[in-house]
């Protein structure tokens, strides 16, 4: 079994029958060229050393598990554990990736990183990790979201970074995507584009996976120290997947833990204000490659929605749908209420204020914890801090 995962995706970059590279010929040879690039770079000792040091000294790593044991025995079943990726510098795990792809790009010899942004987390960790490495950094958002993402957009410009506001189409994510893409085409050799997540066109998946499987590598050898066996489940919120993907890595071979990934099921299942795509959505095709989407009759991408804006997107990683279909990783969705829930109790008993994206997690940990017994283990990845939700939560609460 770990040869299997390890060796995933295949050479056309396939998780089973899901990721690929459904882009325009030129587009598909700069990909290949980054992959090849990332293949050579990223085994050399001189890069890994770099990123170890970098992981260590600059976000904190190794983040530490802490185990909620107030939380738990209010609950009364299973023992919740918490991976603290919300005492990352910058307050999340996309700082681990982001540094990855920084550091590739200078490696690489490239001038200028490039990608789009949605509510601006994924912009502000890059822009950080740019500033770090010492290379430029442009970020493409759409208008509505740079109007009601303020804090996100002041931190880019503070961090250096060339913000490019989106006029066209729904002036959101996906016109932000199409914006970073054509200027990516136009000067391909010298810069390189950043995803966000484990999506997008091979390699990225793989690539953003094998930057966030410090996470799992960490959780696994920390809790083993700790308890002498491992977790009987782990779990994650699902956006994109990278965090997720990041904890559930180094997991995939112990076949007796289960792991649950955790969707938004935003107003409900039953109604169009949902993003959970592994739970309710179909195979199809977006931003150049297959996966489970969210899409009209057309193949067109849904407009979705989460209260949590990092879980809002209509496609899912690769490697994700295909964990799906083998049935190695359940998928399960949480709503609004449940998320808010679990976002107020986490505060005010363990004195953590969760990303809401993080807060999904905590949700379905509460859910099922009740009926485990008391000496079973949860491990939750804690993707998040909720500095960014905190005043969002008190205007929707009233508090
Ligand atoms: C962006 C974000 C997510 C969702 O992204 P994934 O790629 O699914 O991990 C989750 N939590 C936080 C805190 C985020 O910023």
Do not use: W
Not at 9 to 17: R, S
Not at 214 to 221: N, Q
Not at 286 to 301: A, S
Not at 315 to 330: A, F, N
Request: glycine content about 10%; aromatic content about 6%; charged content about 20%.
């Amino acid at each position: 079994m770990t040869m299997q995962f390890a060796a995933m995706p295949d050479d056309n970059g396939y998780f089973g029958e899901y990721g690929g590279q459904l882009i325009p010929p030129e587009l598909k040879a700069i990909m290949d060229d980054i992959n090849t690039a990332y293949e050579e770079v990223s085994q050399t000792e001189a890069f890994q050393s770099e990123l170890q040091q970098l992981f260590a000294d600059y976000v904190g790593r190794p983040s530490p598990i802490f185990h909620a044991s107030r939380l738990s025995s209010k609950i009364g079943g299973a023992q919740i554990h918490l991976k603290r990726e919300d005492l990352n510098h910058t307050g999340a795990h996309k700082i681990n990736h982001c540094l990855g792809e920084a550091l590739l790009a200078k490696h690489m010899g490239k001038t200028k990183v490039l990608a789009e942004t949605g509510a601006g987390q994924h912009g502000v960790a890059l822009a950080t990790a740019c500033a770090l490495v010492g290379i430029d950094c442009e970020i493409h958002m759409g208008a509505i979201d740079v109007a009601k993402e303020h804090p996100n957009v002041t931190k880019m410009k503070i961090l250096g970074c060339k913000l490019i506001t989106v006029d066209s189409g729904t002036r959101t994510l996906k016109d932000a995507v199409d914006s970073a893409f054509q200027a990516y085409l136009e000067d391909p050799f010298n810069t390189i584009y950043a995803i966000g997540s484990v999506v997008g066109p091979h390699p990225f998946p793989k690539m953003v996976r094998d930057f966030q499987s410090v996470v799992g590598r960490e959780a696994r050898a920390q809790f083993l120290e700790k308890h002498n066996k491992l977790p009987e489940i782990v779990m994650a919120c699902v956006g994109g997947g990278s965090n997720a993907i990041g904890l559930f890595t180094e997991f995939l071979p112990d076949e007796a833990v289960r792991m649950i990934g955790v969707e938004p099921a935003g107003k409900g299942l039953d109604t169009p204000d949902h993003a959970a795509t592994l739970t309710k959505g179909s195979k199809g095709a977006i931003h150049g490659f297959e996966c489970y989407n969210l899409q009209d009759e057309n193949g067109e991408p849904l407009p979705v929605y989460s209260i949590a804006s990092g879980l809002d997107y209509p496609g899912v990683g690769p490697q994700h749908c295909y964990l799906k279909d083998i049935g190695r990783v359940e998928y399960v969705a949480i709503d609004d209420k449940e998320c808010l829930d679990a976002f107020m109790e986490l505060s005010r008993v363990e004195g953590i204020i969760p990303a809401l994206e993080s807060a999904h997690a905590v949700a379905h940990a509460m859910k099922i914890a009740k009926d485990m017994p008391v000496d079973a283990n949860i491990l939750i990845n804690l993707s998040g801090r909720g500095d960014k939700d905190a005043d969002f939560v008190a205007d929707k609460l009233g508090l």
